[in-house]
């Protein structure tokens, strides 16, 4: 399987599903966890401008 980080041609779609994922991530602290299409963008928002800075520092 191919590295997405290495291999996509569609850097947004990945930043989202980073950001999806670092989401689902922290939820497991919470006793009814709030899905990521439901986060609301300002939570949405910061979790995206994360994942960015996490995607850049994988490419370096």
Do not use: H, I, Y
């Not at 980080?5 to 569609?10: E, I």
């Amino acid at each position: 399987m191919a590295c997405r980080l290495c291999t996509t041609n569609n850097r947004e779609a990945l930043v989202e599903r980073v950001a999806e994922k670092m989401w689902d991530s922290r939820m497991g602290e919470f006793e009814v966890a709030t899905p990521w299409d439901q986060a609301g963008a300002t939570w949405q928002s910061k979790f995206r401008e994360m994942a960015v800075v996490a995607v850049m520092a994988l490419e370096r």
